[in-house]
């Protein structure tokens, strides 16, 4: 018989937070589900009140997120699996979001991240080992217009996430940079901060309306299998795209980027460093 693992996860009220959460649920195991507003979860409350634990939590917050992982970790004895997902979207072209807009999307995005891995890390270590899942996005490898500075946090999240991988490869902890691709989350609403347009960026908010069109992307449900499976695997990546078409995104992504390095070679081997 399988032990039920214990899950963290934060963000878990909506999008691809309660999808996860719904399936770890199913699936048998513990969670404990946090989110600034928990009260979504009282359905799945009362139909799992033995496996599953809310914690109102602002990762903004440092002290907050330590004292939640705390709680966390007490709730069942101890932490296997965290899925550091909580985050929100700027949209806006990087002149037009202000100073207090910018920060806040960071302190949530990028550093709310990183207090629950500073919080979570001593509790794996204990516990002899275990999963951190850091959910990023499969556009860190280029910024896109409007929503740079999303892009610009989930980026800086990939690189601190890769250095957190080795630091703590020798507690048997698994970090898994996880780059979700467009999944219909409810980002573009009820987690959107816009910031105030200017007329000088009309015709290209415009423009990328009309790329991006109305498909709001395949349900978080969706994905939650993928997550299931990366978190049960003996020796997981150190980082997976989710989705298919995201995953072919990205090799174009980069292959754009190869070619556009080997165009410029000769400038570049003028330099000696």
């Given at each position: 018989m399988t032990t039920a693992r214990v899950w963290f996860?934060?963000?878990?009220?909506?999008?691809?937070?309660?999808?996860?959460?719904?399936?770890?649920?199913?699936?048998?195991d513990r969670v404990?589900?946090?989110?600034?507003?928990?009260?979504?979860l009282a359905d799945l409350a009362a139909e799992?009140?033995?496996?599953?634990?809310?914690?109102?939590?602002?990762?903004?917050?440092?002290?907050?997120?330590?004292?939640?992982?705390?709680?966390?970790?007490?709730?069942?004895?101890?932490?296997?699996?965290?899925v550091n997902n909580a985050g929100g979207l700027l949209y806006g072209m990087v002149e037009e979001a202000t100073e207090e807009q910018i920060r806040a999307h960071l302190d949530v995005n990028f550093f709310g991240a990183v207090w629950v891995a500073q919080a979570v890390v001593p509790h794996l270590r204990e516990r002899g080992g275990g999963r951190l899942l850091q959910v990023t996005s499969m556009g860190t490898g280029g910024g896109m217009a409007s929503v740079g500075f999303y892009g610009a946090g989930k980026a800086a999240l990939d690189s601190v996430s890769e250095a957190l991988a080795m630091e703590v490869a020798q507690f048997g902890i698994k970090?898994?940079?996880?780059?979700?691709?467009?999944?219909?989350?409810?980002?573009?609403t009820a987690g959107t901060t816009t910031a105030e347009r200017r007329p000088e960026y009309a015709d290209l908010?415009?423009?990328?309306?009309r790329m991006w069109g109305d498909e709001a992307g395949p349900a978080p449900s969706t994905a939650a299998p993928v997550?299931?499976?990366?978190a049960a695997l003996p020796d997981p990546p150190r980082r997976l795209i989710v989705g298919g078409a995201s995953y072919d995104m990205v090799q174009d992504m980069d292959?754009?980027?190869?070619?556009?390095?080997?165009?410029?070679?000769?400038?570049?081997?003028?330099?000696?460093?």
């Open positions: 996860i934060t963000g878990a009220t909506r999008g691809l937070g309660r999808a996860f959460t719904e399936a770890v649920l199913a699936a048998g404990v589900a946090a989110s600034r507003n928990v009260e979504p799992h009140p033995d496996r599953l634990v809310r914690i109102p939590l602002d990762v903004s917050d440092r002290a907050a997120v330590l004292a939640a992982a705390d709680d966390a970790a007490a709730a069942f004895g101890g932490l296997d699996v965290v970090v898994t940079v996880v780059q979700m691709g467009g999944y219909d989350t409810g980002l573009f908010h415009a423009e990328l309306e997550i299931l499976e990366l292959r754009a980027r190869t070619e556009l390095y080997r165009a410029w070679e000769e400038l570049s081997r003028k330099a000696p460093g």
